[in-house]
T-cell receptor, first 114, second 117 residues
Framework: EAGVTQSPTHLIKTRGQQVTLRCSPISGHTSVYWYQQALGLGLQFLLWYDEGEERNRGNFPPRFSGRQFPNYSSELNVNALELEDSALYLC???WGRGPYNEQFFGPGTRLTVL | AQKVTQAQTEISVVEKEDVTLDCVYETRDTTYYLFWYKQPPSGELVFLIRRNSFDEQNEISGRYSWNFQKSTSSFNFTITASQVVDSAVYFCALSLNYGGATNKLIFGTGTLLAVQP
């Protein structure tokens, strides 16, 4: 069974640009989560999508947004990139909505903002 | 406030030593879920275990064991006879039961385990 996949693997952008990261969940999983792992800040929850709707949002500015498609894949968009957006962005998926469901992570997209 | 503390930033052991990674959590909720994840150098977080707040049974899986104690709000992870392949960053995480309204994992800062041959 294929795991969570993310693309691209690496990305280099400059300040002010926009970026789109993509995630495909494990087959059968309906929930997709996005986390940011920035140096010195640890793993922080960004967004949760389930059945095409945004269910929860972490403490991030509105320029971080996303969506979930009918096939449950998801995109994370970051507008007006800032240097501090440089981080590993991890996507995870789970079966169902319960907080008890294990979240399975993808390999991440490493974003560098110059 | 909900919080997970992993006080050990880095641990270095020699192969075959036993090592315990500490995790202390804070929450006022009576129902919650605790997780351990492993992050090898490749970056992908690997799920290891989930424990429910109402189940204090300890668990053993091969060389891995987990000790959950609600009285001290701890969920410690022990690796017996460590191996070089165990080298990774280990994260403890907390998930709260708001009727499924949040689902976010609250992570500790992680413990970097280095197993020397």
């Amino acid at each position: 069974e294929a795991g969570v996949t993310q693309s691209p693997t690496h990305l280099i952008k400059t300040r002010g640009q926009q970026v789109t990261l993509r995630c495909s969940p494990i087959s059968g999983h309906t929930s997709v989560y996005w986390y940011q792992q920035a140096l010195g800040l640890g793993l922080q929850f960004l967004l949760w999508y389930d059945e095409g709707e945004e269910r929860n949002r972490g403490n991030f500015p509105p320029r971080f947004s996303g969506r979930q498609f009918p096939n449950y894949s998801s995109e994370l968009n970051v507008n007006a990139l800032e240097l501090e957006d440089s981080a590993l962005y991890l996507c995870a998926s789970s079966w169902g909505r319960g907080p008890y469901n294990e979240q399975f992570f993808g390999p991440g997209t490493r974003l560098t903002v110059l | 406030a909900q919080k997970v503390t992993q006080a050990q930033t880095e641990i270095s052991v020699v192969e075959k030593e036993d090592v315990t990674l500490d995790c202390v959590y804070e929450t006022r909720d009576t129902t919650y879920y605790l997780f351990w994840y492993k992050q090898p150098p490749s970056g992908e977080l690997v799920f290891l275990i989930r424990r429910n707040s109402f189940d204090e049974q300890n668990e053993i899986s091969g060389r891995y064991s987990w000790n959950f104690q609600k009285s001290t709000s701890s969920f410690n992870f022990t690796i017996t006879a460590s191996q070089v392949v165990d080298s990774a960053v280990y994260f403890c995480a907390l998930s709260l039961n708001y009727g499924g309204a949040t689902n976010k994992l609250i992570f500790g800062t992680g413990t970097l385990l280095a197993v020397q041959p």
